[in-house]
Structure formats: C-alpha cells, structure tokens
C-alpha cells in the first residue's frame, strides 16, 4: 500500500491559481493510475481528476475541464493537480488517490492521503 502526502492547499481569490502537489512512499507508485477527489463540508467526496500510470491519459470532471490539469513525474514519485481560474465552488478538502479505478459510475481507490484545504474566496 502507497502512502500519499499532500501540499499546496491555502486560500486564494476567485479567479487566481494554486498547484496542489501529492508526494507517495514505495516503489510501486510508477505502477498505479492516481487521481485526486474533493469534499465539500456536507457534501460526498467528488471525482476531480486521474491519470494514467504512465501519464499518457487523463480524465477530469466536467467542473473543472478546462480550468484544472493533473500531471505526473515517476522520478519522483509525485502527481500534481494545476487549479486555475478557480471559483468559490471549488473550496474543499482535496484529496489524493492512490490505484485509482473506475467502477461504473463510481471510482476505486487503493490509497487516501490525508487532504489539503482549498479555500476559495468571492
């Protein structure tokens, strides 16, 4: 089992930018699909973004197309997630995810990480 470690979280205006960056333990990290997911206060935990094990595909919730990239570097074993243009609505705990795995309408996960905040302000 991968052990993940989120940074970058903090409070930002509507419109401005932050990277969040999720750094994993073990050497299987190059192995596994990652992804990162939010949770709002009251609200389920939300598939945000994956990415393939090689970082050759990736996926992102319609909310944040366009707006969010998700990347990786196997060398170190790192996967990042680009926000920008953020809005209010993107405030939540954003989480990374370890062997990362769609299931019909609902996602797999391996490995959490403990969750960073992400405060949007108006």
């Known amino acids: 089992q991968v052990q993940l470690v989120e940074s970058g979280g903090g409070l930002v205006q509507a419109g401005g930018s932050l990277r969040l960056s999720c750094a994993a333990s073990g050497r299987t990290f190059s192995t596994y699909a990652m992804g990162w997911f939010r949770q709002a206060p009251g609200k389920e935990r939300d598939f945000v973004a994956a990415i393939s094990w090689s970082g050759a595909r990736t996926s992102y919730a319609d909310s944040v197309k366009g707006r969010f990239t998700i990347s990786r570097d196997n060398a170190k074993n790192t996967v990042y997630l680009q926000m920008n243009s953020l809005k209010p609505a993107d405030t939540a705990v954003y989480y990374c995810?370890?062997?990362?795995?769609?299931?019909?309408?609902?996602?797999?996960?391996?490995?959490w990480g403990q969750g960073t905040q992400v405060t949007v302000s108006s």
């Open positions: 995810a370890a062997d990362v795995r769609p299931s019909g309408s609902y996602y797999y996960v391996g490995s």
